[in-house]
């Protein structure tokens, strides 16, 4: 069956460090693969995206990987702030439509 | 300002009487689809229209009900809501072709009792 796996328990950092969460998957054939952040209660805000030929994609202090071959994402924010706490959720394109499946979700606090 | 609008934000109800969740989006999106949130669950499609008067299931449709009759809006109706359905409600948006990111309404929270 098809999977998308985050670890659900929570990270905690230290502000100014980096966070790195994961994405891993299992069954599917993704054309790309999208993170989105989402605030307690609000609805998910998409962050970035990265292609399947591509290895790696940064906005300002966001970082993605993208591994097809260990089916794996990698989600970095350096230089973490209080204001990063979030909970971070990947995303699927399935093949044929624009219909994504979503992990569950990893929570972040950043502590001062 | 782009964005998805959900009305009502949050809704308590009882068993059996039928309500509407509207959704509407400002971005001649064509497709439109459904989620609910439930904890350890995560986010889950219940429905999606890819553009007027073309909708599909999702992952999880069993007592929902969608229309698409306008370009714009997309609203969800329990005919018959049960507790099950308590929920977070997401209605999304997103242009079809090529890789485009989703935009997601500010949620509906539905209390059955």
């Known amino acids: 069956s098809q999977k998308i796996e985050q670890n659900s328990e929570a990270l905690n950092i230290q502000e100014g460090k980096t966070a790195t969460l994961t994405c891993n998957y299992t069954n599917y054939s993704p054309a790309y693969l999208q993170w989105y952040r989402q605030d307690p209660g609000r609805g998910p805000v998409f962050l970035l995206l990265?292609?399947?030929?591509?290895k790696e994609k940064r906005k300002e202090r966001l970082k993605v990987t993208f591994d097809t071959t260990l089916k794996q994402s990698l989600f970095h924010i350096t230089a973490s702030q209080p204001a990063d706490s979030a909970t971070y959720l990947c995303?699927?394109?399935?093949?044929?439509?624009?219909?994504?499946?979503f992990g569950k979700g990893n929570q972040v606090v950043v502590i001062p | 300002e782009a964005q998805v609008t959900q009305n009502p934000r949050y809704l308590i109800t009882v068993t059996g009487k039928k309500l509407t969740v509207t959704c509407s989006q400002n971005m001649n999106h064509e497709y439109m689809s459904w989620y609910r949130q439930d904890p350890g669950l995560g986010l889950r499609q219940i429905y999606y229209s890819m553009n007027v008067e073309a909708t599909d299931k999702g992952d999880v449709p069993e007592g929902y009900k969608v229309s698409r009759k306008e370009k714009r809006n997309f609203p969800l109706i329990l005919e018959s809501p049960s507790p099950n359905q308590t929920s977070l409600y997401f209605c999304?948006?997103?242009?079809?072709?090529?890789?485009?990111?989703?935009?997601f309404g500010p949620g509906t929270r539905l209390t059955v009792l």
């Open positions: 999304a948006s997103t242009r079809t072709g090529g890789v485009n990111e989703q935009f």
């Open positions: 995303a699927l394109k399935r093949v044929g439509n624009n219909r994504l499946a």
């Open positions: 990265i292609r399947e030929n591509e």
